[in-house]
């Protein structure tokens, strides 16, 4: 019976306070704007966002920057994991071209990547080019280095194994050192994605001269206050985040279920 | 295949690191078909004397040859007639069941038809049928110790090396271990050297005990267990059993208490 009620007691808590602490949160919200009367361009109601957002969705806007800001996040996405991967690989398997990488990697990665903006729109423009490269260059180095660090780390007990089972050395990194570092690209990808989607919604605010995505939104609704159209802008750039990340570790799961398990 | 093992020395560190000699001087000859358990307190460099017969460690100094009492001359490469089975199992977490079974046959270029059909069979044998495609993360610890098992017996090598198999199971489990062990040995007469700090242990699996010292490891003593094959656990309450071990412990206690000693100095010191 006792155990009944403390397992109840934990659903509720793991289940019904993180969803409530939300609905909370709005209810509060709505009731300060509407009880102290607070001009809707500093602070709009939850309901009137709701509002705004269902109209942006329905003539269609929504959906067109968003759609414009995700294929953008995708491909740059795609050439920092195809490029940070190999580049990860490459170093974790030969002791010269990690030597090599390091120097530049080791220049590179404190520098902050947003100060290659006017550089990149100097030799790029404001196209499409540039918004991909400034992300895909930003998001290269997480991916390069945890791939790197997942090669460099992996079990030595398990290469000297493989090799007591006759592997050669080439069979123990693709049989064995590559797979266990899986856990750590894929930890490395998880960054690369953060930072992708940071990256291009910065990109599109600067040099919007496409005048499309999240970005341009944004600050397109900021210029002219209309504060509901930012607050929708920055809901549907929340749920829509949320949803990618969890996308990826649902991958994650189905490519590699051992990383994932607690009882290894 | 006897495992000659001639002066093996191996010193860990060295440059600017205080040297540790884990083996010193070491020589004993394993004799071709016989379970050889190797005793002694923790760091006495038995398991690297398992790593160095199986040509996955190089020693500082000393050789060690193994010898097919049928054709002496004939030099034979280290590790190619070992396989050892770890304290740690070292399976592979992505690999399946039968993919783990079946990696040396893989990496040797077996087909899959072949090598599938031979991986079924060992996990037949050690009780893992219907397990196959099963990762080792959902196995039990025993379950997993068999998988480990399975996959060296498959290389049909004549040495086996067990590096503290058991030492990881619960009780229980580690008798069934313990007894599948026997039941393996007594039907392939391979050559075993198995490392073990578990003095009932040695005794009830050996044909010989062989006693190391605290750090650096030498050979205090080897024992012989004349007890008669096949084993059994009720043998451990047999009056010859408890002389075995009583000799044994006598043994060890003195070198797990010098063991005990070089910690607290290890301690004391850093």
């Known amino acids: ?264 | 295949m006897d495992v000659l093992v001639e002066n093996v020395t191996q010193v860990w560190g060295g440059g600017s690191r205080a040297e540790v000699v884990a083996l010193d001087h070491l020589s004993h000859r394993f004799r071709s078909g016989r379970f050889a358990c190797l005793l002694g307190p923790s760091g006495c460099g038995k398991s690297t004397l398992a790593q160095i017969v199986g040509g996955l460690e190089s020693a500082t100094s000393g050789s060690v040859r193994i010898v097919d009492p049928a054709a002496p001359a004939v030099a034979r490469p280290l590790g190619a007639d070992s396989v050892m089975v770890w304290q740690t199992l070292n399976l592979f977490p992505w690999r399946s069941v039968i993919d783990n079974v079946a990696f040396g046959l893989e990496v040797r270029g077996v087909p899959p038809a072949e090598r599938y059909a031979r991986a079924r069979t060992l996990i037949a044998s050690v009780g893992l049928r219907g397990f196959e495609k099963h990762l080792p993360g959902q196995l039990s610890g025993g379950m997993r110790q068999r998988v480990a098992l399975a996959r060296a017996l498959i290389m049909e090598r004549p040495i086996l090396l067990m590096d503290e198999p058991f030492a990881a199971l619960d009780a229980q489990t580690k008798i069934v271990m313990q007894e599948e062990l026997l039941r393996i040995f007594e039907a392939t007469r391979k050559t075993i050297l198995f490392v073990t700090h578990a003095i009932e242990e040695a005794i009830l699996l050996g044909d010989e005990v062989v006693v190391m010292t605290a750090r650096p490891g030498r050979i205090k003593e080897v024992i012989p267990v004349d007890l008669p094959r096949p084993r059994s656990l009720e043998m451990v309450s047999s009056p010859e059993f408890g002389a075995l071990f009583d000799r044994v412990f006598h043994l060890i206690r003195e070198e797990v208490t010098a063991a005990m000693r070089q910690q607290d100095q290890m301690a004391a010191a850093s």
């Open chain 1, 1 to 264: 019976m006792t155990r009944k009620q403390g397992k109840g007691a934990a659903w509720f808590a793991e289940r019904v306070l993180p969803i409530g602490s939300v609905v909370l949160f709005v209810l509060v919200w709505e009731v300060y704007v509407r009880a102290r009367g607070i001009a809707p361009i500093y602070l709009p109601a939850p309901s009137a966002i709701a509002v705004y957002l269902w109209r942006m969705i329905l003539d269609g806007t929504m959906e067109y920057h968003l759609g414009v800001t995700l294929l953008r996040i995708f491909a740059g996405f795609a050439v920092a994991a195809v490029a940070g991967v190999a580049l990860g690989v490459a170093m974790g398997m030969s002791r010269i071209v990690a030597a090599v990488a390091d120097v530049w990697i080791a220049a590179l990665y404190p520098l902050p990547k947003i100060s290659l903006i006017p550089l990149l729109i100097i030799w790029l423009g404001t196209g499409e080019a540039y918004r991909i490269v400034i992300s895909a260059v930003t998001a290269f180095f997480p991916i390069v280095i945890s791939t790197y660090a997942g090669i460099r780390q992996a079990d030595r007990g398990l290469v000297k194994a493989a090799q007591d089972l006759g592997a050669n050395a080439r069979q123990i990194q693709l049989k064995v050192v590559i797979p266990a570092a899986i856990p750590a690209i894929f930890a490395g990808l998880h960054l690369g994605m953060g930072v992708t989607i940071i990256l291009i919604v910065a990109a599109e605010m600067i040099g919007g001269s496409s005048q499309s995505g999240m970005g341009y939104l944004l600050i397109n609704a900021g210029q002219v206050m209309e504060t509901e159209k930012v607050f929708a802008s920055l809901v549907v750039l929340a749920v829509v985040g949320a949803i990618v990340i969890k996308l990826q570790q649902w991958t994650d799961r189905r490519v590699a279920p051992w990383a994932h398990r607690d009882d290894r």
